[in-house]
């Protein structure tokens, strides 16, 4: 049939002479198909479903190189470290809450021993709350920016030497506390680096030989 006669022709006496074949193959089996009832029955895991399933350990590349920790000489302590970023914010959040928490009890144990005119359960409890609130949130403020100034000391002094030791975390604790208590004038900054430094120091020890 040439393209003249096709194209005069009726489309719909065309659909109804054209037939349709199958190539030849494999035929399609449909014994593993799932069911409703393997569902409803608990027949069929619905992990496999997942478009990832059944990969298990083949993909490599989305292993990132996050778990890799510092290999700056003398980093391996008992808290491993990541880099400065990672020492930036787990330290900084780890303080904050810390002195957030010691805040909160210090709160608490003022606003209940706090006397007032009259006995109230109602006012006991706003004088709490308000003691816990004052409190906590200034240590927590206080502790948050002092590990955020440390931490980013410490990384900076470490990179510029070369290593990581007791020398280094005390030098950075002890600018931190001069830092912060640079406003207030000579004889508070010194005592503040002083008593920063010590803690600093006692933290690197510890971290070392525990």
Do not use: C
Not at 19 to 43: M, Q, Y
Not at 94 to 121: D, K
Not at 147 to 176: C, E, F, P, Q, W
Request: no cysteine.
């Amino acid at each position: 049939m040439d393209s003249s006669s096709a194209s005069s022709q009726d489309p719909t006496s065309i659909l109804q002479n054209v037939t349709f074949s199958r190539s030849e193959g494999s035929p399609v089996s449909t014994d593993d198909a799932v069911t409703a009832s393997d569902l409803l029955l608990g027949a069929f895991d619905p992990s496999k479903l997942h478009p990832m399933a059944g990969l298990e350990d083949k993909l490599d590349y989305l292993l990132l190189d996050d778990d890799k920790t510092s290999d700056l000489p003398g980093s391996s302590t008992a808290i491993p470290s990541r880099g400065w970023s990672d020492d930036l914010s787990y330290g900084t959040g780890t303080m904050y809450l810390s002195g957030l928490a010691l805040g909160g009890v210090w709160g608490l144990r003022e606003g209940a021993r706090r006397p007032l005119a009259v006995s109230n359960a109602r006012l006991r409890i706003n004088s709490i709350l308000n003691s816990v609130t004052r409190r906590g949130t200034f240590i927590g403020n206080s502790a948050g920016v002092l590990a955020l100034v440390y931490n980013g000391l410490n990384s900076s002094i470490d990179g510029i030497r070369g290593k990581h030791d007791i020398l280094g975390s005390m030098a950075a604790g002890g600018l931190t506390g001069a830092l912060y208590k640079s406003t207030a004038g000579v004889k508070p900054a010194l005592a503040a680096a002083t008593f920063v430094s010590a803690l600093a120091g006692l933290w690197s020890y510890v971290k070392r030989n525990v």
